[in-house]
T-cell receptor
Framework: GNSVTQMEGPVTLSEEAFLTINCTYTATGYPSLFWYVQYPGEGLQLLLKATKADDKGSNKGFEATYRKETTSFHLEKGSVQVSDSAVYFC????????????????FGTGTLLAVQP | ETGVTQTPRHLVMGMTNKKSLKCEQH?????MYWYKQSAKKPLELMFV???????ENNSVPSRFSPECPNSSHLFLHLHTLQPEDSALYLCASSQDRVGRVRSEQYFGPGTRLTVT
């Protein structure tokens, strides 16, 4: 079945460092890919998305490119801030339910990012 | 209110209690979801509702009973829970069109449930 694999954390960086969180996926067909972020004590927020190969999603300085040839969707940011400290989830869309009518998200296990001042 | 709201935010209940979690979405979406988030485990999809019809039940024990009276409201009724059911329960919604590009889901803040 479809699956998502993320690098294990925690990732600890100093402020203004470059961030990469790796995400690879296994899927049949052409899923959409997402990055979600979860700040302490909160639910998940959509950070960015890409719906087809070679699409680049971007938001708040974060970027990720949908690479079909390497089945990857790595998250990057050029200069992290303390406020970026959170858990980051990579996810792909999948079909389920009756006749494939359900929009399911398959999540990775999450990567904790800790940014130190 | 905007987005997806959940109440209560925190709940402590005994194993013999009956309680309900409530979710409301203000986004005009047609699909709603319950997820369970436990420590050191991936998010687990529990139930999916599309236009008020349940389209997915991910082998969830019967002590969890969902209810979707309309496209904006989703409940999770709880009874005779076990301590291992303690977790963060997240609600989400999306606007789905069968056969089209899969849309993103919007999440509520979650209910932190502790079963004693």
């Amino acid at each position: 079945g479809n699956s998502v694999t993320q690098m294990e954390g925690p990732v600890t960086l100093s402020e203004e460092a470059f961030l990469t969180i790796n995400c690879t996926y296994t899927a049949t067909g052409y899923p959409s890919l997402f990055w979600y972020v979860q700040y302490p004590g909160e639910g998940l927020q959509l950070l960015l998305k890409a719906t087809k190969a070679d699409d680049k999603g971007s938001n708040k300085g974060f970027e990720a490119t949908y690479r079909k040839e390497t089945t990857s969707f790595h998250l990057e940011k050029g200069s992290v801030q303390v406020s970026d400290s959170a858990v980051y989830f990579c996810a792909l869309s999948d079909l389920g339910g009756k006749g494939g009518a359900t929009n399911k998200l398959i999540f990775g296990t999450g990567t904790l990012l800790a940014v130190q001042p | 209110e905007t987005g997806v709201t959940q109440t209560p935010r925190h709940l402590v209940m005994g194993m013999t209690n009956k309680k309900s979690l409530k979710c409301e979405q203000h986004l005009g979406h047609n699909a709603m979801y319950w997820y369970k988030q436990s420590a050191k485990k991936p998010l687990e999809l529990m139930f999916v509702y599309n236009f008020k019809e349940q389209t997915e039940n991910n082998s969830v024990p019967s002590r969890f009973s969902p209810e979707c009276p309309n496209s904006s409201h989703l409940f999770l009724h709880l009874h005779t829970l076990q301590p291992e059911d303690s977790a963060l329960y997240l609600c989400a919604s999306s606007q789905d069109r069968v056969g089209r590009v899969r849309s993103e889901q919007y999440f509520g803040p979650g209910t932190r449930l502790t079963v004693t």
